[in-house]
T-cell receptor, first 112, second 115 residues
């Protein structure tokens, strides 16, 4: 069955700390991977995506993610977080009928 | 991408009532997806529609839930005879085409509370 696993449900960091959020997927077809972010009170918005090509993808607001096929992983990273990065982060993979299959999300809190 | 409009933002219903959730996709988008997010869980796919067609409803509960996307007007997710377990956030997404290169754009969601 297709699934996405996010390892950390809650992460608390101080400003300027480095961030890595884990994401592993289980899917046998062509892989399209996404990270979405939901800021408090706002809608989901796309941070970055991987469809093909360079496995290191860069997104908005200084985020990047690396697709490692051998590990079925697509971890999200940011070298130095800001208070404004406080949000919930979701990893997703596109399923066989173009629907998105989601991880449970990671709530990130940045302490000022 | 405030173009995907969902209303209402918050909906309160008593057990046994009907809930109707509306989604207007972004201009030019003909594909609509509905997802449900239960508390402390990720989003779960419910149904995928194109204009006047249900493409995939494999994530919809077999009873009480239905969805439509008419030729004119918004997509509607209807929940009949709501129960407390239906309390959740319901998100709609739209995309212009069906393809690997397409991104789904999300609305702000409707938070349904069943009393």
């Amino acid at each position: 069955a297709q699934s996405v696993s996010q390892h950390n449900h809650h992460v608390i960091l101080s400003e300027a700390a480095s961030l890595e959020l884990g994401c592993n997927y289980s899917y046998g077809g062509t892989v399209n991977l996404f990270w979405y972010v939901q800021y408090p009170g706002q809608h989901l918005q796309l941070l970055l995506k991987y469809f093909s090509g360079d496995p290191l993808v860069k997104g908005i607001k200084g985020f990047e993610a690396e697709f490692i096929k051998s590990k079925f992983s697509f971890n999200l990273r940011k070298p130095s977080v800001q208070w404004s990065d406080t949000a919930e982060y979701f990893c997703a993979v596109r399923g066989s009928n173009y629907q998105l299959i989601w991880g449970a999300g990671t709530k990130l809190i940045i302490k000022p | 991408n405030a173009g995907v409009m969902q209303n209402p933002r918050h909906l309160v219903r008593r057990r046994g009532q009907e809930a109707r959730l509306r989604c207007s996709p972004m201009k030019g988008h003909s594909h609509v997806y509905w997802y449900r997010q239960l508390p402390e869980e990720g989003l779960k796919f419910m149904v995928y529609l194109q204009k006047e067609n249900i493409i995939d409803e494999s994530g919809m509960p077999k009873e009480r839930f239905s969805a439509e996307f008419p030729k004119e007007g918004p997509s509607i997710l209807r929940i009949q005879q709501v129960v407390r377990g239906d309390s959740a956030a319901y998100f709609c997404a739209s995309s212009p085409n069906q393809g690997e290169g397409d991104i789904q754009y999300f609305g702000a969601g409707t938070r349904l509370s069943v009393l």
